[in-house]
């Protein structure tokens, strides 16, 4: 059994923090679970360019506010808490918090994430080559 509290992450290895995010990853490839788990904050009044070619997401929000575009067809998706969306084309996004707070959200991936991934110059997170979607 696996049991880990959020407080015990932060500021660890497995506290990725950058200029509009940060994810505290819960789970992770080396868990053996088959997808890893996530606690995201998308800081207040930002917005982040993302294309898992390589992953499945699903993210649900548990507070804030904020939006979701789809790259290229300019669709977009209100998120408040209790708003699930999976993205299972690969979509490439925009991904925005409201000015007014921060947005969490709780999210997992297919493959899972080894822990240290940021998005490169396009969103993407590379694939570790030990992991395959499942």
Request: hydrophobic share 40%.
């Amino acid at each position: 059994m696996i049991v880990r509290r959020l407080q015990d992450i932060l500021h660890t290895e497995r506290d990725i923090v950058t200029d509009t995010w940060a994810s505290r990853r819960l789970l992770l490839s080396e868990d053996g679970m088959g997808f890893s788990m996530h606690e995201t904050t998308i800081f207040a009044g930002t917005q982040t360019h993302i294309w898992y070619k390589n992953h499945f997401e699903a993210v649900y929000c548990v507070e804030g506010s904020g939006e979701v575009e789809l790259i290229p067809s300019g669709e977009v998706f209100r998120i408040e808490p209790g708003t699930m969306y999976a993205l299972n084309k690969n979509d490439q996004h925009w991904l925005r918090a409201d000015a007014g707070g921060d947005m969490r959200v709780v999210c997992s991936f297919n493959p899972p994430l080894v822990g240290t991934e940021v998005h490169d110059a396009d969103g993407v997170y590379a694939v570790a080559a030990d992991t395959v979607a499942r």
